[in-house]
């Protein structure tokens, strides 16, 4: 095990220095979209109480947390593999260096993990200021860790998946954007019809707006650890995929 750790060190360490090379302006981007989703869904389209007897900001700011795992993490971890695999042509490279496989997949998805946490973290952050309901408990940054850990790996299989940078934009089409605007994070997907509900719960952001907004008012909803159960299996499989994928085809 710590073998793989060690393995997974290496890997991680060159995306980590570029991040910190490109700290602010991965700072600015981390914060901009969820701040604009904030603007726009929390105070322009909507007011009041909801259903479950919390103002909308409060109900909205933990979906918004939940899409930033989302598109930070998977975003971040596809763009740069894509980026290694296709143009610089580094990823082959790394792969043919005495690393487990596993560490691999591992280390290449710490900087989606990290790049998801940053932007959680700043807009739920600014969120306990702009929402009195709202709490930092150590379910919230579990949830958090889980659902960043999760899309990272999921953008990993994206990128390895890709064959060219517009085959990454239809995956990008086909799998973030649905997700973006159905899972919950807008709305309750409880109150939609039982048929429309079984399909996006078989989405990971269904999942993980459901557990970081249950963590997030604990005293109005009660924690669904199904969900988190169900997060941490397509965590699995997600992990087996990338694993499957650099040990079966040629990347």
Same mark, same amino acid.
């Given at each position: ?16 220095m ?17 701040? =604009?989703?904030?603007? *726009? ?5 909507r ?8 103002s909308y900001v409060?109900f ?5 947390? *939940? ?12 763009? #740069? ?18 690393? #487990?496989?596993?560490?691999?997949v591992i ?7 990290v ?13 306990l200021?702009l ?6 408990s150590? +379910? ?41 605007? +159905?899972?919950?994070?807008f709305?309750?997907?409880?109150? +939609? ?12 952001l ?6 970081? #907004?249950?963590? *997030? ?5 009660e ?9 941490i299996a ?10 499957? =994928? ?6």
């Amino acid at each position: 095990m710590s073998n793989v750790l060690l393995d997974a060190y290496h890997v991680a360490w060159g995306d980590m220095m570029f991040m910190k090379h490109n700290f602010w302006n991965i700072l600015v981007m981390s914060i901009m979209s969820p701040l =604009l989703y904030l603007i *726009a869904f929390g105070y322009g389209l909507r007011t009041g109480q909801t259903d479950i007897g919390v103002s909308y900001v409060a109900f909205v700011i933990p979906g918004i947390a *939940a899409l930033s795992s989302l598109s930070s993490s998977f975003g971040s971890t596809s763009t #740069r593999m894509n980026v290694q695999r296709l143009y610089y042509k580094s990823f082959d490279e790394m792969m043919m260096c005495p690393l #487990r496989l596993s560490g691999i997949v591992i280390g290449k998805s710490m900087l989606g993990l990290v790049r998801g946490l940053i932007s959680c973290f700043l807009i739920y952050t600014l969120g306990l200021f702009l929402a009195e309901d709202l709490v930092l408990s150590p +379910l919230v940054i579990i949830s958090i860790v889980v659902s960043c850990m999760t899309f990272s790996l999921l953008g990993m299989a994206a990128a390895l998946l890709a064959k060219s940078h517009q085959s990454m934009a239809t995956l990008n089409s086909l799998i973030i954007l649905p997700m973006t605007f +159905l899972c919950g994070t807008f709305f309750s997907v409880s109150s +939609l019809n039982p048929i429309f509900q079984a399909i996006l719960y078989c989405m990971p952001l269904t999942h993980a707006s459901e557990i970081i #907004r249950a963590a *997030a008012l604990p005293d109005y909803l009660e924690f669904p650890w199904i969900s988190l159960a169900v997060l941490i299996a397509f965590g699995i499989a997600f992990f087996v995929l990338d694993y499957y =994928l650099l040990k079966t085809r040629k990347v």
